[in-house]
């Protein structure tokens, strides 16, 4: 048993000093103030160690993460899966759900097999397609050659070849049979995602009523809010039901924004990095999925220049730059990064606050809000 004293934990409800209890890779208890004795028989002897009043928040929920540290989640390979995840792992990410980009059929159901195997061994929590189904003319950094419409055969497949571990998909509503799709996913226990689409409003409200639950990093790789037709943007603001995604590396969305979005849904913005290869590395070039991806200055865009292609930030500065840039109180960044992705995906049981009964994953931060350690399942990694 291990209880860390003399911390200020940030807590759904706000910032306490006070103390946090783990056992056997749970929360066991929290509290304010100094630590309460431990209790019930056949406590093992307890270890208190004193955080002198660092930060400790919850362990960082990222729902969006293609790769980072230079290996990729795309290929489906334990080895490379593993790099990834360690490298998220050390800026305080302890739930990850990898993401893939568009690819063809077959390099799809390897990549999700694949991933399965590294979700069976607790790398990642989950899988999440983003794509083929996307709009040509929102397509990002996905390969437009590769997109198509909607097929309800090939996501069943993709789902079976995922052995329950695929979480989540992100597709462009005004595709022929996106809507079908959606209701197919939200039958198999997948989240349905709305993005890289330039439907309007009133199409990704259609989406959103057959079961949607997430706008894909809103604003990028979708058509802008107008206001005379607020698009997939006004649709998710403005429904209490969506999590929207933000990607804060400063280049996706200026702070003014992240400002805007966290003042109309608070509850309901989830920090993502969508990192890619470059993520912990140099300026050079990578690859994301099929596509060649330039890194200059920190910022990764295709090759040829016509589009941002992922981030190279973790979790930890997705935050910091939400609290210390955009000026998101702390708790809220800690939710955003936390909670309510946990929520969008359906794994707030058991991650995302530090509650009693949940897993011991957490991060206490140090100068400058950087990860100072990390503990995932209870032990310090
Ligand atoms: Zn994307």
Redesign the pocket.
Known sequence: MLTLANARLVLPSGVVDGWVRVQGGRIVGVGAGAPAGADGAGARPEVVENVRGRVVVPGFVDMHVHGGAGASYQSGRLEEARRVAEFHLGAGTTTTVASLVTGTPQGLVDGVAGLADAADEGLIAGIHL?GPYLAGSRC???DPALLREPDRDEFARLVEAGRGHVRMI?LAPELPGAVDLVRDAVRAGVVAAV??TDAAGACVREAFDAGARVA??LF??MRPLHHREGGPVGAALGDARVTVELINDGVHVEPEVVRLVFAAAGGRVALIT?AMGAAGMGDGSYRLGPMSVTVSGGRATLEDGTSIAGSTITMAEAFRRAVEVAGIPLEDASRAASLVPARALGLDHEVGSLDVGKRADLVVLGEGRSVARVMKDGRWR
């Open positions: 983003e990002g950094a996905h992100t993005g890289h894909t990093h990028n790789g969508d």
